[in-house]
């Protein structure tokens, strides 16, 4: 389904019942599919889960690149809360989407109940992410650095991109073959993810606003993760007041993914005590 927000009209389907949860995808640059074709929409059995495209990703609308900013993210997110009737909500976030869930929170703190934070980061760590890539997978670094840089020009590029980096994004990648599968419905978008690398991230620091978010987060890492450290889910966990720590010792980034009965009982878990 599509909602008319302003200056943007997203796209977001309905999952489960339950608390209502807003599900912000990752990339920037692809959709809200790789949370449906994965275990993680399992979750529909405790929650109902909005999942929706970000602005100039997926089926969402496009009005202008230079409107994808962090602030107008979390403003969609919470236009959305509002249209949907919910008076207050859940955010999960894995990747990018973890970005805009703490924007969000310490954005709109009135309409949150609790937020899920997946393979994270509060700040840019491009550094350390290139020396984890190097130590991981020394063959992959010129596709590594072209990730770094933002440096995809062409949509149908995304796809090839992230198979070719599969070793890195996951610890055992000899779940190669399906995990393009999982992938099988997304529609890319090179322009958003030469954005997010290019412009938004290399400022994107949200560290002295983590105090201020004092709601339930659940903080998920994965031991291997190149693109979002672990130190990074550390460091949220250190500084969020309300916060608790799951590292995922088997895992990189797609946690979810690799190992998807502990993802699912640990965030069940959590829902239950939160």
Same mark, same amino acid.
Request: hydrophobic share 40%; net charge negative.
């Given at each position: 389904?599509?909602?008319?927000?302003?200056?943007?009209?997203?796209?977001?389907?309905?999952?489960?019942?339950?608390?209502?949860?807003?599900?912000?995808?990752?990339?920037?640059?692809?959709?809200?599919?790789?949370?449906?074709?994965?275990?993680?929409?399992?979750?529909?059995?405790?929650?109902?889960?909005?999942?929706?495209?970000?602005?100039?990703?997926?089926?969402?609308?496009?009005?202008?690149?230079?409107?994808?900013? &962090?602030?107008?993210?979390?403003?969609?997110?919470?236009?959305?809360?509002?249209?949907?009737? &919910?008076?207050?909500?859940?955010?999960?976030? &894995?990747? #990018?989407?973890?970005?805009?869930?703490?924007? #969000?929170?310490?954005?709109?703190?009135?309409?949150?109940?609790?937020?899920?934070?997946?393979?994270?980061?509060?700040?840019?760590?491009?550094? %350390?992410?290139?020396?984890?890539? %190097? @130590?991981?997978?020394?063959?992959?670094?010129?596709?590594?650095?072209?990730?770094?840089?933002?440096?995809?020009?062409?949509?149908?590029?995304?796809?090839?991109?992230?198979?070719?980096?599969?070793?890195?994004?996951?610890?055992? #990648?000899?779940?190669?073959?399906?995990?393009?599968?999982?992938?099988?419905?997304?529609?890319?978008?090179?322009?958003?993810?030469?954005?997010?690398?290019?412009?938004?991230?290399?400022?994107?620091?949200?560290?002295?606003?983590?105090?201020?978010?004092?709601?339930?987060?659940?903080?998920?890492?994965?031991?291997?993760?190149?693109?979002?450290?672990?130190?990074?889910?550390?460091?949220?966990?250190? @500084?969020?007041?309300?916060?608790?720590?799951?590292?995922?010792?088997?895992?990189? &980034?797609?946690?979810?993914?690799?190992?998807?009965?502990?993802?699912?009982?640990?965030?069940?878990?959590?829902?239950?005590?939160?």
């Amino acid at each position: 389904m599509h909602i008319t927000l302003d200056d943007a009209e997203l796209f977001y389907r309905i999952e489960g019942s339950g608390d209502p949860a807003l599900v912000m995808h990752g990339g920037l640059g692809i959709d809200h599919t790789p949370f449906l074709n994965t275990g993680f929409n399992k979750l529909s059995d405790s929650l109902e889960l909005t999942y929706y495209d970000h602005r100039c990703n997926g089926r969402s609308s496009c009005p202008g690149i230079q409107t994808l900013t &962090h602030e107008n993210l979390a403003g969609d997110a919470e236009k959305l809360r509002a249209a949907l009737g &919910h008076e207050s909500i859940t955010i999960i976030g &894995h990747s #990018y989407g973890g970005i805009t869930a703490l924007e #969000y929170a310490w954005r709109y703190p009135s309409n949150l109940r609790r937020v899920v934070l997946i393979a994270t980061m509060p700040v840019y760590a491009r550094e %350390e992410a290139r020396e984890i890539a %190097e @130590r991981r997978a020394p063959h992959l670094m010129a596709t590594a650095d072209r990730v770094l840089r933002g440096d995809i020009d062409r949509d149908e590029e995304m796809v090839d991109v992230m198979m070719e980096l599969a070793p890195l994004y996951l610890n055992d #990648y000899r779940r190669f073959a399906k995990e393009k599968e999982d992938f099988k419905d997304m529609i890319p978008n090179a322009a958003a993810f030469q954005h997010s690398f290019r412009e938004l991230l290399p400022t994107y620091d949200v560290r002295d606003k983590l105090a201020n978010i004092d709601v339930p987060v659940l903080v998920l890492g994965g031991r291997y993760d190149w693109i979002c450290p672990l130190s990074q889910s550390e460091l949220m966990h250190e @500084r969020l007041p309300n916060s608790e720590l799951v590292i995922f010792e088997e895992c990189a &980034h797609a946690l979810y993914v690799e190992q998807e009965e502990f993802f699912l009982t640990t965030v069940k878990d959590w829902l239950q005590r939160t």
